[in-house]
């Protein structure tokens, strides 16, 4: 059991590690096309694994309310969306391809403002993984193995492209390929932690469990509504965001039915 836990917490983090080592090999910038597809492709992914890795389960564990089941999933999922919001407002950080700063004013260069636009929305795909397994750990029914593997399995492809997405523009704009791979990478070193920080907690407080995960999901969905979707469609072509975010999607949903 350790070993798989050890394996699902550090699944994402190697996805976003070996993505941002796609800088130490290619020699161009990915084109706009090309971050418009892995960002829908990521979209995708992360709204499948919102719905059927954790708003399912939460409804699930809460079935003993009957037709009132959907309270704590409603509650837990309003509460990730107003957390996400909240650290949106306070965090400063820059979105790709836009020159205006979010979060409260601050003198942090650009770079480090694009690190901490990835980081902000590791934040809740470190949770998702940290509450599944926490869940998994503590002989939960609604949560098997296969399942929890699928949601780390998810997160880490869907962490590819963000990896490179991330290392790449840094390169682009002046850093050295090998400091452009360690802030890609260090943009993902908040998911094993906060996912390691997150079952910890989750475990002690078992009852809340579906509002956990509903929270989880909440926070995932808007990170994809606020800020990955409106970078799927900008520009021309952006008809290949969506075909990539259903691609994603269809792969999530997938492996969460095959596996769980």
Known sequence: MKNEIFTGLALPFAGTALGAGCVLFMKRQLGSSVRRALTGFASGVMVAASVWSLLIPAMEQ??????WAFVPAVIGFWCGILFLLLLDSVIPHLHMDSDK??????????????VLAVTLHNIPEGMAVGIVYAGLLNGSEQVTSGGAFALALGIAIQNFPEGAVISMPLYAGGKSKRRAFADGVLSGAVEPIGAALTMFFAGLFLPAMPYLMSFAAGAMLYVVVEEL????S??????IGVLMFSTGFSLMMALDVALG
Do not use: D, F, V, Y
């Open 229 to 232: 979707i409106p970078e799927m």
């Open 234 to 239: 900008q520009g021309e072509h952006s008809n």
């Open 62 to 67: 809460a079935s003993n309310k009957g037709r």
């Open 101 to 114: 700063a979010e979060g409260l004013p601050s003198k942090l260069g650009r770079s480090t403002m694009m």
